[in-house]
């Protein structure tokens, strides 16, 4: 029975979300295509239909899952984006959680193809961050720019370190819950010279 062009798209964004999940989970090298594809509820011989290689679908899952965590933040004012990021539930919910606190370290060891997928999942995260209307600062573009670089650097520096620590050491929370009061201190602080 041939598929429809419809069930082939149908089937290959299963399979983009299902690694996306799982990337996330378990790193890039932690999964397979066999597994991948179980997981998806396909047989491994149907990946290369829609992939030319596990660094494509690389690429593909993690532009998926920047836009999963674009997509949560849409609508949220920084300091509520920053208390759900730096979270126990963020650092504890890595399949669901932001990309590029899961896979960054992991990113910078592979093709420049998904490095590429990460420089423009971080250009987004960036322009939200700067578009927000409670984003403190003069108005200066480039002010602008530079504390939305460091507060999404504070924020998924908190959450890879609190991670590296063990799920129930004392550590792992104080990381999370110092950098999140760091924060949003710099945003009072900011909004209040400015």
């Known amino acids: 029975m041939k598929v429809t062009k419809a069930q082939a798209q149908a089937n290959r964004a299963r399979i983009v979300e299902t690694a996306s999940t799982l990337f996330r989970e378990r790193g890039y090298d932690g999964v397979g295509v066999a597994e991948l594809m179980a997981a998806a509820g396909f047989t491994h011989g149907g990946f290369y239909k829609h992939f030319g290689s596990k660094a494509d679908l690389m690429a593909e899952a993690a532009a998926c899952g920047f836009s999963q965590t674009a997509a949560r933040s849409e609508g ?21 959680g932001c990309t590029l606190a899961a896979l960054g370290g992991d990113a910078a060891r592979q093709t420049e193809a998904i490095k590429m997928t990460f420089a423009e999942g971080i250009e987004s995260l960036l322009a939200g961050i700067e578009l927000d ?14 504390r939305a670089i460091d507060i999404l650097a ?3 520096g908190a959450v890879v370190l609190s991670r590296a ?3 129930d050491s004392p550590l792992a929370d104080e990381i999370l ?6 924060i949003l201190a710099s945003l009072t602080s900011t909004a209040s010279t400015s």
């Open 76 to 96: 949220v004012d920084i300091a509520e984006f920053i208390q759900s990021y730096v979270s126990r539930w963020h650092r504890d919910t890595r399949s669901d």
């Open 165 to 167: 620590c063990p799920d």
């Open 177 to 182: 819950k110092v950098c999140r009061a760091e």
């Open 154 to 156: 504070h924020a998924v």
């Open 133 to 146: 209307g409670s984003m403190p600062g003069d108005g200066d573009r480039e002010r602008g720019r530079s």
